[in-house]
Nanobody, 123 residues
């Protein structure tokens, strides 16, 4: 069982930056690939980024490539999402997910999910 808790969301102006964190409970964090997803009001949940168990591999949605960076600290059981050059269309609830299969996250699935943190980007 992995419990995930996101933090770091908030209100920011366009062009600004935010850093999201996702803290995981349990001793199996390093065995799970981690991903970030987002859901805007009235829209489906979208994949944002994911990172492999070791942190050596990352993958991003085209919409955030070059602006967002996913990273992890296995010693702290935490995954991060550094978001720069934010745009109003980045406004959404951002959730992290964990799965032992990298492919599951790329497919939009995950064994464990956090509750999410709101990110609002004003124009």
């Amino acid at each position: 069982q992995v419990r995930l808790v996101e933090s770091g969301g908030g209100l920011v102006q366009a062009g600004g930056s935010l850093r999201l964190s996702c803290a995981a409970s349990g001793r199996t964090f390093s065995r799970h690939a981690m991903g970030w997803f987002r859901q805007a009001p009235g829209k489906e949940r979208d994949f944002v980024a994911c990172i492999s168990q070791s942190g050596g591999d990352t993958y991003y949605a085209d919409s955030v490539k070059g602006r967002f960076t996913i990273s992890r600290d296995n010693a702290k059981n935490t995954v991060y999402l550094e978001m720069n050059s934010l745009k109003p269309e980045d406004t959404a609830v951002y959730s992290c997910a964990a799965d032992q299969a990298w492919s599951a996250l790329l497919a939009g699935r995950g064994a464990y999910w956090g509750q999410g943190t709101q990110v609002t980007v004003s124009s």
